[in-house]
Every structure is written in C-alpha cells, then in structure tokens.
C-alpha cells in the first residue's frame, strides 16, 4: 500500500503595488516565517516517517532553486517538490486555488492509495488523526461547522480525492463564490467517510497575530 503525503503551500506572496486582494492575505516575511512553524512541526511530531512518498506542491515559487533554503531545510531531502509561479486564481477564491494546484498535479498522485493532505502553514499539535486515517480504510475529515469541514487537513482515499478533482470546476468555484469546504463536504458525505470533531492543528489569525485551534 502506498501512502502520501501532500504538503500544499504558496510560499512566496507579495502584497500588491497597487489595489488589495480580494480575500484576507498574509504576505513577505511574515507568511515565510508561518511555514517555518508549519514545517517545524511537521518535523517535530515525524510525520514524515508514516508516508512512502511526501510532495510538496506549491503555485508561488519559480523552480526548486527558488524555494526559501529557512523552509527547504526542514523538509526531507527525498521529498518531491511540484513547483511553478502560476497562481492564478488563489488570490481570488482560496478553494479555486487548492483545485487549481491539484488538477495540474494529479499525474503524481494519481497511483497511490491513501493520501494525507496538509496544509503547512499550520502548526500540527499532534497526529492521532493521521495514524488513525493510515490504519483505517474510510476517508478522514473533521466538522468546520454544520455540513462543512477543514480543508487545511483531511485524509482520503486517492481514487475519491482524484474522482473529486476532476469533477470541480475552478471558474464554476469563482463565479459562483463557491466554499472549498462546503463543496467537499457535499461530495464526502457521500463516501466511505469518517466526519470528525477533531483540532489536530493551529491556526494563526495574521490580523490578531494571535494562534487559534484548528
């Protein structure tokens, strides 16, 4: 059995020179710095021992060359890094940027059977979740709220995480203003899925500065 790890991330995003984006946006140092935490935590807790396999996706940096060394360093060296500077639409509807980078990716997932997808500006607390979803044949989400859930992290079986790739639209997700979260929920409840009340992680509200279980 083959399990990944998927590490979504968009490192390097600078505020604009002009107008605003339309959703809330850490930028510069200070969003380098939240994956610094992320990553170290990932370290911390090794949770790169349970995966055959890590990929680090990420839509903000050029080539690996370009990857921040402060955050590469924490990363194992056998990792697989999926880079390209093409966000296109992240920075307009959060959940049409997660599809977005997935679907252009799909081809090095898409032969697994398990994946675990984190995103890593969250500092992990612990990973009985994780275990739990290895162990397990179910899909694992945990409740954001009535008939949502947390996209930052859920694990899932790789032939309903591909089947629900391909069937999202990124332009149906932004014309309509459709919720990642919402939408996943939708298509998992409906699924061999295990729907928790789990906060495995920490949020950092960048506007408080202040960390919130996640």
Request: proline share 2%; with cysteine.
């Amino acid at each position: 059995m083959s399990n990944f790890l998927i590490l979504n991330s968009s490192i390097i995003v600078k505020k604009p020179m002009l107008g605003f984006d339309n959703i809330k946006i850490e930028y510069g140092s200070n969003r380098i710095n939240s994956y610094i935490e992320g990553f170290n935590s990932l370290k911390d807790l090794n949770i790169y021992d349970y995966f055959d396999k890590v990929l680090i996706i990420d839509n903000t940096i050029k080539n690996k060359k370009k990857f921040p060394h402060s955050v590469k360093r924490l990363i194992p060296e056998n990792a697989d890094f999926i880079v390209s500077s093409k966000n296109l639409y992240g920075r307009i509807n959060k959940g049409a940027g997660m599809v977005e980078a997935l679907q252009k990716n799909i081809h090095n997932f898409e032969k697994s059977q398990k994946i675990f997808y984190f995103e890593p500006r969250l500092i992990l607390k612990n990973i009985d979740l994780c275990k739990n979803f290895i162990q397990d044949n179910k899909n694992y989400f945990s409740y954001e709220s009535k008939e949502r859930v947390k996209t930052g992290y859920f694990g899932t079986l790789t032939k309903d995480f591909v089947e629900f790739i391909n069937q999202c639209s990124v332009h149906n997700i932004i014309d309509k203003n459709l919720h990642i979260e919402l939408l996943m929920y939708e298509f998992y409840k409906n699924k061999k899925t295990m729907f928790l009340n789990s906060e495995i992680s920490l949020w950092k509200n960048y506007i408080s500065e202040v960390y919130e279980n996640y």
